[in-house]
């Protein structure tokens, strides 16, 4: 069955430094996409990243990149030059099957709980 | 171009009471989902749609309703509300099945 596994409940990154937020992912399925979203206090969940697993590159998007590591099914987030407001719960997510017999049900893991300090 | 709307914000129900909560878009996606978050959990998937007429069944959708009349409405309905069934509702929606979805704000229920 598939799984996500986030095993940092909180962490600390000082403003301007970088940070990294861990996630593994267990699946049979030789297609799948992996997701980041971030939920800041108000509450709302923001989509941040994609990467397939057929991607020969790691996603970046601004100061959002994914280290993904298939042999080792880890999708961590790494977040450059921290700001004030990242500070919120980050969530990694998997779905299996990336092309038409994909159902886009998400599975996502128990977050992160992100805080940056000046 | 609101988005993925979803009303109301915050609503309070005695158990056994029903309610609908309403999620639209406008952005013509064909997908859409329903996915409840609890305290120290992830979302957790409750019941989806890829298009107008067709639900199903996700990972947690016992005393849960859908239906799908129009592309733009995905309503959760809650046929006799529990306690247990005090949680944070998002309603999210995609182009298609394999697009990344984008979700609603959110609605806060409490079940007394």
């Known amino acids: 069955a598939q799984k996500i596994t986030q095993t940092q409940p909180g962490m600390f990154v000082q403003e301007k430094e970088a940070v990294t937020l861990d996630c593994t992912y267990d699946?049979?399925?030789?297609?799948?996409?992996l997701f980041w979203y971030k939920q800041p206090s108000s509450g709302e969940m923001i989509f941040l990243i994609y990467?397939?697993?057929?991607?020969?590159q790691n996603a970046t998007e601004g100061r959002y990149s994914l280290n993904f590591q298939k042999a080792r099914k880890s999708a961590n987030l790494v977040i450059s030059a921290s700001q004030l407001g990242d500070s919120a719960m980050y969530f990694c997510?998997?779905?299996?099957?990336?092309?038409?017999?994909?159902?886009?049900?998400?599975?996502f893991g128990t977050g992160t709980l992100l805080a940056v300090q000046p | 171009n609101a988005g993925v709307t979803q009303t109301p914000k915050f609503q309070v129900l005695k158990t056994g009471q029903s309610m609908t909560l309403q999620c639209a878009q406008d952005?013509?996606?064909?997908?859409m989902s329903w996915y409840r978050q609890d305290p120290g959990m992830g979302l957790r998937l409750i019941h989806y749609s890829v298009g107008a007429g067709i639900t199903d069944q996700g990972e947690v959708p016992n005393g849960y309703n859908v239906s799908r009349s129009t592309t733009e409405d995905f309503p959760l309905r809650l046929l006799s509300a529990a306690p247990s069934q005090t949680s944070v509702y998002f309603c999210?929606?995609?182009?298609?099945?394999?697009?990344?979805?984008?979700f609603g704000p959110g609605t806060r229920l409490t079940v007394l």
């Open positions: 699946t049979s399925d030789p297609s799948y996409g």
């Open positions: 999210a929606s995609s182009p298609t099945n394999t697009d990344t979805q984008y």
């Open positions: 997510a998997m779905r299996e099957g990336n092309y038409g017999g994909a159902t886009n049900k998400l599975i």
């Open positions: 952005m013509n996606h064909e997908y």
């Open positions: 990467q397939g697993s057929y991607d020969q």
